[in-house]
């Protein structure tokens, strides 16, 4: 054996272990996220819907640094966007639906950990139950959608809050 072939298979190590530990981190949070409560209410009638927008994370709510797998939004990509009278639902691309509810706020960056846009280019959702909030960001393929989008969501917010009261 010559110092080629030791080199090839140190690297071929090397590299199997990256792969092994990456496919047991990914194992992980998608386990951990199919453990995040899920909406069992029903969110109304469709309000609007956007055909094509790009989901690109989810994250813990108390740590955006943190990635977080629920059922149906483990891949970013293309997504259909249905706002509905008290949430919403995104279905990406090749996925199961998933309902964003309830939604707790809504707001615009230009980061997450998985994107970086122009100032206000991403929306982040809130949503989720009192003890496990995510945030998911997606982004619109126009401004006008987006500034739809997030008038939609804030009047969802402020009818839950009305009704709280």
């Keep these: 054996m010559n110092g080629y072939s030791i080199n090839v298979i140190v690297c071929a190590g ?3 272990l990256a792969l092994t530990g990456m496919w047991f981190g990914w194992r992980k949070r998608s386990i951990s996220g199919e453990a995040l409560p899920r909406f ?4 109304g009638e469709p309000v609007k819907i956007f055909e094509r927008v790009f989901y690109v994370v989810t994250t813990d709510a108390a740590d955006r640094r943190e ?20 949430g919403a639902v995104l279905q990406v691309a090749g996925e199961d639906p998933t309902t964003l509810a309830p939604i707790t ?20 959702i809130s949503w989720g139950e ?6 998911t960001h997606i982004r619109f393929t126009t401004t ?4 739809t989008a997030v008038a ?3 009047n969802i ?7 709280a009261c």
């Design 105 to 124: 706020g809504v707001s615009l960056t230009g980061t997450s950990i998985a994107k970086a846009v122009e100032a206000a280019g991403l929306v982040v």
């Design 144 to 147: 006008e959608e987006q500034e």
């Design 40 to 43: 069992t209410g029903t969110i």
């Design 14 to 16: 090397i590299v199997v």
């Design 130 to 135: 009192p003890d496990k909030r995510v945030e």
């Design 152 to 154: 939609l969501l804030e």
């Design 67 to 86: 990635r977080v797998l629920p059922p149906g939004l483990k891949y970013r990509g293309w997504a259909r966007f249905v706002i509905a009278e008290s």
């Design 157 to 163: 917010i402020k009818k839950k809050e009305t009704v």
